[in-house]
C-alpha cells in the first residue's frame, strides 16, 4: 500500500510485472493523473471517476445507505434497483461528499523542526497547516503521520458536497449471496451502485442547489472490456483504513490468540440468536437485516484471521522478521541493543496490558450490541433535552428511528446471552476489569435485569402522548440510569489505560524506525501501514490453493450465478426479469473468449476495509474492475500478506457494464462513457 508520491522507488519493479505507465501517470500535481478520477467516497469508501460528466462509479454497499433513504414500500430502490433515466431524476443525498486529492507532500524535516523545538505534534501540524496556506474552494488540509511519526505529510483535498445518486441494480444482484457469501470465493456479486458529482455553474464545489451543473472533469478513467488473464498485472487505486503489519510479535499473537477469539465469541452469541428469530419472523427479519450484515462481517472477517494466521505460520514469519531486526541492529549500529531492549520492553507491556484490553474489548462488544442500553441512552438525551428546555423533535426521531428497529424481546435473549458471559469471565478471571457486582446488583434490584416486564415496560411508541408525560415515563424507567452507569465505568477503565498505550504507541515510532534501517540495508522497501490516506497497491491477477488438493479458479461467470439461485431465498433469489436476460445470454461485447459472462476475478492486491470501491486498473491504468472483498483465508493480510493466500475480490467491470446496458437499459450512461479500443 505505497503513497502515490513514493511509486518512483516502485516503479521498475512495477514494469518488471507488466505495467506499461511511468509513476507519473498514476500520480501527478501538475499534469493530468490517474489520481485525478479518484475519490474518497464519503469519507468511508472509495470511488472513481469514469466520464467526463462526473459519473462515479462505487460499491452498493458503499452507496447502500443512500439507496435506502429514497426507497420507500412503493419504490423499493433496494428490492428493484434505480436507475435515473435522466439527469434531473438523479437523487440528491444529503450530507454525501466526495473528496479529491489535489496535492500530497512530504512535510517530515519541518514537522521535525517544530516537534525538535519542544512542540506537541498537535502544535506541530497546526503550525504546518498555518504556513501552507491553501486557495481555493472547499479545500482542506491535513498533515497526517506515517511509519507511526518517521514520516509525515500534507494531504490537500477538495470536497463536493452535492453527489447525486444516478443507478443501483437490484440487491439480488448488488448484494447476491449477502452474508453467506459475504468474504468468500467463488463469489458472483454484482457489487456496484453510480452517483454523479454536481457543481455550481463556474465547476466550482457546492453544496445541493438546482442551479449546479454535472461535473466537468478532466481526466475520467477509461474502461476497458479486453478483460485480464493470470499474471496479469493489476493495480488498486483508493482509501484503505488501517493495517498493522510491523507490530511486535506478540502483539499480534494477543490479538489473534486472545482478543479475536473474545470477539468472535460473543458475536457468536448476538448471530446466532438474531439468525433464528430472522428465520421465523419476516418483521425481525426486516428489522435486524442491516445490524446482522454489519455484525457478521466482522466475525467472520476475524474467523478468517485466526484460521489463516495459523495455516500459513503467520506469527513465525512475523517472528523472524524481528528477529532479523534485533540481529541486524545487534551486529551493526552504536546503540547496539536498543532494539534488543525495545521488543523486551513492548513485551512486558504485551502482557501487562492484556487483561485491561481484554476487559475494555468487552465494554466493546457488548455495549453496542445490548439495544436496552441504546434505549437508555437515547431516552437521558430526550430527558437531558427537557430539562435544558431543548425542543424534542430531534431526540425524540431518533429514539423513533432505533424503535422502529427493535425487538425488545429478541434483545432481552440475546443481551441476556452477553451479560451472561460477561459476568462468567469476570467472576472466573478475577483480574479482568467487569462491573460483576454492578451487572449483579442490577440484576437484583430490577428482579432480574432480564426480567421480561423490563424490556415489556420499556414507554416504547409512546410518544404521541404529551411530551412531558413522555420524559417522566422515560426518566422513571428502571432501566433509565443503565447507560450513564456503564458509560462512567467504562471511562474510567479507558482512562487507566490510556497512559499504557500512549507508552507502547511511542515504542512503535522507535520500532519502526529500526525496522526500516535494518530492511533498506537489505535493499528492501517498506510499506507504510495504511491510515485511511491514499495508497496504491500492486499485484497479479490469479487463484489460489486454500487448502491441500483444492485450487480456487481466478475467475467466476454468470454460470455460477444461476447455479447458485434459490427461488425465495433471501440472499440467493434473482428477480425473473434479470434472471430471463442471463438465460438469454446476449452477452454482446461483454462477453469473455469462450462467450461467458465474466462476473468476479481475485488478484494479490493487498487492500484492507476503506478500499471498498477502489478501481482495479490493468498496465495501461484503464479500469478492469471493481474492488469490494477479500477471500476469507487471507484475511489475515491486515497483519501479515502471504502472497500465496491473500486475494483481493473485485466485480468484472464488463459484468457492470452489462447490468447497466443489456439488463437496465441505461443507454445514457454507457454513450457517456470512453471505452479503450
Ligand atoms: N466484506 C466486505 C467488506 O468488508 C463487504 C461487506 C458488505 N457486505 C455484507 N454482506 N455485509 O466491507
Ligand atoms: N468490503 C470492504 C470495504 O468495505 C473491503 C474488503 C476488505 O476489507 O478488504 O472496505
Redesign the pocket.
Known amino acids: 500500500m505505497w503513497l502515490p508520491i513514493n511509486l518512483e522507488g516502485q516503479e521498475s519493479n512495477m514494469v518488471a510485472k507488466g505495467m506499461k505507465m511511468s509513476a507519473s501517470d498514476i500520480y501527478s500535481v501538475n499534469n493530468g493523473s490517474l489520481k485525478d478520477a479518484i475519490v474518497h467516497f464519503g469519507g468511508f469508501c472509495t470511488g472513481e471517476v469514469i466520464s467526463s460528466k462526473g459519473l462515479v462509479l462505487t460499491n452498493h454497499?458503499c452507496g447502500y445507505s443512500a439507496i435506502q433513504s429514497h426507497s420507500s414500500i412503493d419504490d423499493d430502490y433496494l428490492k428493484d434497483g434505480f436507475w435515473a433515466l435522466s439527469e434531473e431524476m438523479e437523487k440528491p443525498n444529503d450530507g454525501l461528499y466526495v473528496d479529491f486529492i489535489v496535492s500530497i507532500e512530504d512535510v517530515s524535516n519541518e514537522v521535525l523542526v517544530y516537534l525538535d523545538s519542544g512542540m506537541t505534534e498537535k502544535e506541530a501540524f497546526k503550525a504546518v497547516l498555518n504556513s501552507h496556506q491553501t486557495q481555493g474552494l472547499a479545500m482542506r488540509s491535513e498533515v497526517r503521520s506515517i511509519y507511526y511519526g518517521n514520516q509525515f505529510i500534507l494531504i490537500v483535498s477538495q470536497r463536493f458536497s452535492d453527489v447525486r445518486l444516478v443507478g443501483a441494480p437490484p440487491s439480488a444482484v448488488g448484494?447476491f449471496g449477502?452474508?453467506t457469501d459475504?468474504?468468500v470465493w467463488p463469489r458472483h456479486t454484482g457489487d456496484f451502485s453510480m452517483f454523479r458529482i454536481y457543481t455550481a455553474p463556474d465547476g466550482s464545489p457546492s453544496e445541493y442547489s438546482n442551479k449546479n451543473i454535472p461535473m466537468v472533469s478532466k481526466n475520467p478513467l477509461t474502461i476497458s472490456l479486453s478483460g485480464v488473464n493470470e499474471g496479469d498485472f493489476s493495480m488498486i487505486y483508493g482509501f484503505p483504513g488501517r493495517t498493522t503489519s510491523y507490530l511486535p510479535v506478540n502483539e499480534v499473537a494477543q490479538q489473534i490468540n486472545t482478543m479475536l477469539p473474545i470477539r468472535v465469541k460473543l458475536r457468536d452469541i448476538v448471530l446466532s440468536t438474531w439468525d433464528s428469530a430472522m428465520r421465523l419472523d419476516p418483521m425481525i427479519k426486516i428489522q435486524y437485516a442491516s445490524k446482522y450484515?454489519?455484525v457478521?462481517?466482522g466475525w467472520k472477517?476475524w474467523i478468517g484471521q485466526m484460521e489463516g494466521m495459523s495455516a500459513s505460520y503467520g506469527l513465525d514469519t512475523l517472528r523472524y522478521r524481528q528477529e532479523q531486526v534485533v540481529k541486524y541492529h545487534s551486529a551493526n549500529h552504536d546503540d547496539a541493543f536498543r532494539a534488543l531492549d525495545l521488543v523486551e520492553e513492548f513485551n512486558n507491556q504485551i502482557s501487562f496490558l492484556e487483561k485491561e484490553r481484554q476487559s475494555v474489548l468487552y465494554y466493546q462488544e457488548i455495549l453496542p450490541r445490548w439495544g436496552l442500553l441504546r434505549w437508555s441512552r437515547l431516552a437521558n438525551d430526550i430527558v437531558n433535552d427537557s430539562d435544558n428546555k431543548v425542543d424534542l423533535v430531534k431526540s425524540i426521531k431518533v429514539l423513533k428511528d432505533f424503535e422502529r428497529n427493535y425487538n425488545p424481546e429478541l434483545d432481552r435473549r440475546a443481551s441476556k446471552g452477553l451479560i451472561n458471559s460477561w459476568i462468567e469471565a469476570g467472576l472466573k478471571d478475577t483480574l479482568l476489569n467487569v462491573p460483576v457486582k454492578y451487572l449483579m446488583e442490577t440484576s437484583a434490584f430490577m428482579q432480574g435485569l432480564f426480567n421480561k416486564d423490563l424490556y415489556d415496560s420499556l414507554p416504547i411508541k409512546s410518544h404521541d402522548k404529551l411530551d412531558s408525560i413522555f420524559v417522566e415515563q422515560c426518566r422513571n424507567h428502571l432501566a433509565f440510569n443503565l447507560w450513564p452507569d456503564l458509560l462512567s465505568q467504562y471511562r474510567e477503565l479507558i482512562a487507566k489505560t490510556r497512559q499504557k498505550e500512549i507508552k507502547f504507541k511511542s515504542g512503535m515510532k522507535e520500532w519502526m524506525r529500526l525496522y526500516m534501517i535494518a530492511n533498506n540495508s537489505r535493499g528492501r522497501d517498506v510499506a507504510p501501514d495504511a491510515n485511511s490516506s491514499m495508497r496504491v497497491s500492486w499485484g497479479e491477477i490469479g487463484g489460489f490453493s486454500p487448502k491441500d488438493g483444492k485450487r480456487y479458479n481466478y475467475k467466476t461467470t454468470a454460470k455460477g450465478i444461476l447455479e447458485k439461485y434459490i427461488p425465495g431465498d433471501y440472499e440467493f433469489d434473482l428477480p425473473s426479469d434479470f434472471r430471463m436476460k442471463l438465460e438469454s445470454m446476449d452477452y454482446g461485447k461483454y462477453a469473455d473468449e469462450d462467450g461467458e459472462l465474466p462476473v468476479c476475478f481475485l488478484a494479490a492486491n493487498h487492500t484492507t476495509?476503506g478500499n471498498?470501491g477502489s478501481p482495479a486498473l490493468n498496465s495501461k491504468g484503464h479500469l478492469i474492475g471493481l474492488n469490494?472483498?477479500r477471500v476469507w483465508e487471507g484475511t489475515m493480510s491486515d497483519f501479515y500478506f502471504a502472497p500465496e493466500r491473500c486475494r483481493n475480490i473485485m466485480v468484472d467491470v464488463r459484468y457492470i457494464m452489462w447490468v447497466v446496458d443489456k439488463y437496465a437499459g441505461a443507454d445514457r450512461l454507457i454513450s457517456e462513457i470512453n471505452f479503450a479500443n
Open positions: 454497499h448484494k449477502a452474508d459475504n468474504w450484515a454489519s457478521s462481517n472477517k476495509g471498498s469490494f472483498d
